[in-house]
Structures are given as C-alpha cells and as structure tokens.
C-alpha cells in the first residue's frame, strides 16, 4: 500500500488534514508501516486515511483485533459476563462467511451482546471495562455494516477503547491499535 499526498486527496479529506500533510510531508511517497510512523499525523487521521484504504474484510477484521485487545480488562472484573466475547465471535463469524444469513444472525447476536455489555459496563465497570465493551460493540457493529459505515465503526472502536482509559494507557492502546492495524494489512484481509 503506497500512501502520498494524492492517494489523501482521492479520499476528500477536510483542507486541514491535506495541508498538515503536504506542509510536513510534500509528495513523498509512505509503506503503510511508515506513514503509521509519521509523527505530525495525529492517530485520529491516520486511523481515518487507512480505514478509507482498507476494504471491509480488513477493517472488520481490525476491529475484532481491536476489541481483543481490551477484552482481558474486562474479563479480569467481570469473569463471568460473555456478553462482550460473544459480541466478538458474531463479528468474527460475519467475517469469515458474509453472507445475507451469517449478516442477519451475526447483526441480531452482536447487537444484543453488545448493547448488553454496554449497558453493564457503562454502570458497572471500571473504564477498562468500558474500553472494553465499547470496543466489542462497535467491531460487532462494524461486521455487520455496509462496507461504506465499516471503516467509520471500526475507527470508533479503537477510539473508543483508547479514549476510556488512563493517559498512559491510551497511548499504550492507540499505539497497539496501529501495530494491530499493520498486521492485519500485512496478514491479508483473510479472518
């Protein structure tokens, strides 16, 4: 995947993020590994420019790895809720067989499960947990998307999951959420 300031443009970005770009980087040519380098790329344009990049399979599948990430959080406080591991698996399961039948039962378990989770999660739990469950929600939602509302969900999740924690720990996950996001385009898009 090459990544320059015309692969930007074709994605209509707002004024301010083509600027940022051309003013710090010009026309220089980026792998997806090093455009995720860039230091005067904020995480929030660069989870928007490659989600725009990657097709649907890819951006499920880095929104379950996204979920993954924090599902240990909430498992630790609550071992014996399965709501948002289950909300997981439908997203999984939605990316390993898109079919109009896997998408009608994957949108009816996820969205259960993961409004569900949610709603535990948002009374009861520490902001791990809501990482957590947020997380699981909006990958669970993103499976069962169109391609077009995929990419917006999938960026959701791993905002959402980052932005419930401590400072240090977001930074941690925003940080994991684009190695995870370099490895799912380095795997292929395959679940």
Known sequence: M?????????????????????????????????????DEITYTDKIWVVTKL???????????????STLDNFEKLYPEDKRPRLALKAAYDFCIDPSDETRSAAWSAASSAASAARFAAAYAAESAAWSAASAAESAAWSAARSAASTAR???????????????????????????????????????
């Open 153 to 191: 969900f999938a960026a959701s999740a791993a905002e959402s999951a980052a932005s419930s924690a401590s400072s240090a720990a977001e930074l941690k996950q925003e940080e994991l959420n684009l190695i995870l996001m370099l490895d799912v385009y380095e795997e292929g898009a395959e679940c």
């Open 2 to 38: 090459k990544i320059n300031k015309d692969v930007i443009q074709k994605l209509n970005p707002c004024k301010d993020r083509i600027d940022n770009f051309i003013t710090h980087y010009g026309t220089k040519d980026y792998t997806l590994k090093g455009f995720l380098s860039l």
């Open 54 to 68: 990657f097709t649907q399979e890819q951006n499920v599948k880095w929104s379950i790895k996204c979920a993954e």
